[in-house]
């Protein structure tokens, strides 16, 4: 857990991230301003500018910079520097505070760079897009474009993604991972795990957390998170890859879709506020999930095996006797009891005692009824 003590440690991962353009020069010395105000003693802009190895001018310009993006720092004669409160909003010196924060203080090694450069608007057509074009463009992996408002959101299979400008998270991370094409139906998952494992480990949500293949986080069998993964894929490599990502955080989803594409029979959606009880920070879930997605999708380069079990363990599906259709109302694709997910991402299905693996489509589960488990090869069912 951060405190200032921890600032030397904060302040040469900033120094590395700026040497490697992962953050512009001034955001790593604002973000080591706000380090330093975190714990909300205040502090003169003398000891400041002698801490931070910067000229008085130079701490001044940041605080009136940090205020100018939301933080509210008060400034008392003889007294100092006070933090009182974040802003509502998402700035980069926040996400990346709060990124470095959740790290292991004092890690060795290359920084994280999940989550930045990071690019952050107030309103995009769909954050899909702008990530698109900052990979055509050559942007690295890691890199996040995280709007307020989506005038377009973009869901699976041509629907719409809703949600409540300034209280959800939508967001793109682009990634150029080191993986085989063929495993490529495995990257959603992973990035689906990644997201489950935030809200069931980091969030407290426990066992209440589930995937539904292939690219759902469910709160209690509700879905709290859809996730839309474009990619460019060469025979041999995958080039880049999007992954968009909508999740629910304090908006009440159910009353945010319009009546006319609400899916008759399906469970409404759920955000983590309703699941909780309580809002969550927003910048708290968002480093949360970037920081397993760090863990999950280098596993994935690393280990294919781990990553699998992983998913194996969040699937909600496996035991259930699912539909997969084409799309929503569309045709029948296979109906059968989920046994699984293979070594390359598909849905195994048990239609009638014959093996059937499915590559895509949109699954209703007919019954939550959990079916005996039995052994099927290598996948316990
Ligand atoms: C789905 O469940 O159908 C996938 C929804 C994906 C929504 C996210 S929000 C951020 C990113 N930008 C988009 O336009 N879509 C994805």
């Known amino acids: 857990m951060y405190n200032t003590a921890n ?4 302040g040469r991962q900033l120094a590395d991230l700026a040497e490697n353009q992962r953050i512009p020069k001034g955001t790593a010395q604002r973000v080591l301003v706000l380090a330093s105000l975190w714990c909300g003693e205040p502090i003169s802009g003398e000891q400041l500018a ?7 001018a130079a701490v001044n310009k940041h605080v009136a910079a940090l205020r100018e993006v939301g933080f509210n720092i008060s400034a008392r004669p003889g007294v100092g520097y006070v933090l009182r409160a974040l802003p509502t909003g998402l700035p980069p010196e926040l996400v990346t ?4 924060a959740k790290q292991e203080i004092g890690a060795r090694g290359a920084p994280n760079v999940m989550g930045l450069p ?3 608007y107030e309103r995009v057509v769909s954050t899909n897009d702008v990530a698109r074009a900052l990979a055509e463009g050559g942007a690295p992996h890691g890199t996040v474009v995280l709007a307020e408002q989506q005038t377009g959101g973009k869901g699976r299979l041509g629907r719409r993604w809703w949600s409540e400008p300034g209280k959800d998270l939508t967001f793109s991370l682009l990634l150029r991972p080191s993986i085989e094409p063929r495993h490529s139906g495995l990257l959603v998952l992973a990035v689906a795990a990644g997201v489950a494992e935030a809200l069931s480990t980091d969030l407290g949500l ?5 995937l539904k293949w292939p690219n759902d986080v469910l ?12 990619a460019a894929i060469d025979m041999d490599r995958i080039q880049w890859c999007v992954a968009g990502i909508g999740l629910n955080v304090n908006s009440h989803p159910d009353r945010l879709v319009p009546e006319v594409e609400r899916i008759p029979g399906r469970e409404p959606p759920v955000s983590l506020a309703d699941a909780l009880g309580v809002e969550e920070s927003r910048e708290d879930v968002l480093s949360s999930v970037l920081n397993r997605l760090r863990l999950v999708l280098s596993e994935l380069e690393h280990n294919v095996e781990g990553c699998l079990q992983r998913i194996r363990i969040l699937d909600g599906l496996c035991g259930r006797t699912v539909e997969v259709r084409t799309a929503e109302g569309g045709l029948l694709v296979a109906r059968g009891l ?3 997910i293979d070594e390359d991402g598909l849905l195994i299905l048990d239609v009638g005692g014959a093996i059937r693996c499915v590559a895509a489509g949109e699954v209703t ?13 290598s996948v316990e069912l």
């Not at 600032?7 to 904060?10: A, M």
């Not at 505070?97 to 470095?100: A, E, M, T």
């Not at 709160?219 to 474009?230: A, S, T, W």
């Open 338 to 340: 989920a046994a699984g």
């Open 97 to 100: 505070f709060s990124i470095l």
């Open 7 to 10: 600032l030397d440690w904060v």
């Open 206 to 210: 426990g066992a209440r957390v589930s």
């Open 118 to 120: 990071y690019y952050y």
């Open 365 to 377: 589960v007919v019954s939550w009824q959990e079916k005996p488990k039995h052994r099927l090869g």
């Open 219 to 230: 709160v209690d069998r509700r879905k709290v998170c859809g996730i839309l993964m474009e």
């Open 50 to 56: 002698r801490n931070l190895g910067l000229s008085r």
